[in-house]
């Protein structure tokens, strides 16, 4: 597995480095087969260091975790466990959809744009309805079932996501309802 570890704007050391690839690859080692690749990023936020990790599997899905703690290597093993509680979790799924999978997630490329926001101190009508654009990027959008979706979803943490539909071949979208439950547009 690769590993990337960098901080913003602090300095990592050596040792910390080490603990990372040895504590993060021990979990993953654990629940995922076949890793490709991790980030994990440390910054501050005020008083506290925050940590970041994304995992990548050989799927194509990717887990995410992220930590809040007065200490370095208290907020990295606060984010480890977080990431050893969703692989846990959906261990069985991964490896069930793993076995069915020969290839890696499709992935496919659409622009992704940024709006810029309405002035709120603007009292009169705008001029035109056509909103700002601020920035263009792409995104992938992945090929998966409906079940590997609503784990993608979960895994990332994302509060929705978009996706081509493997039995149908139209773009999807499942999402987490206020009430609780996961909601799931097929057009």
């Known amino acids: 597995m690769r590993y990337k570890i960098s901080g913003k704007q602090i300095d990592i050391g050596e040792a910390l ?22 980030n994990v990023v440390f910054s501050r936020s005020a008083h506290e260091y925050v940590c970041e990790a994304t995992v990548h599997l050989s799927t194509g899905l990717t887990a995410q975790a992220k930590a809040h703690a007065t200490e370095i ?60 654009i601020v920035a263009e990027m792409e995104a992938k959008i992945p090929s998966l079932s409906v079940g590997e979706a609503v784990m993608q979803m979960e895994l990332a943490g994302a509060p929705v996501l978009v996706f081509k539909n493997e039995s149908k071949d139209s773009l999807n979208v499942v999402y987490r309802r206020d009430d609780g439950n996961i909601g799931w547009i097929d057009p």
């Open 17 to 38: 480095q080490i603990h990372v690839q040895s504590e993060l690859g021990e979990v993953v080692g654990k629940y995922a087969e076949r890793p490709t690749d991790a």
């Open 73 to 132: 290597y208290a907020a990295f093993d606060s984010c480890n466990e977080k990431m050893e509680k969703q692989l846990r979790r959906y261990k069985r799924r991964l490896k069930d959809h793993h076995r069915e999978r020969s290839e890696p997630v499709e992935l496919l490329g659409a622009s992704s744009y940024i709006l810029a926001s309405e002035d709120k101190e603007a009292v009169s009508e705008p001029e035109t309805l056509q909103p700002i």
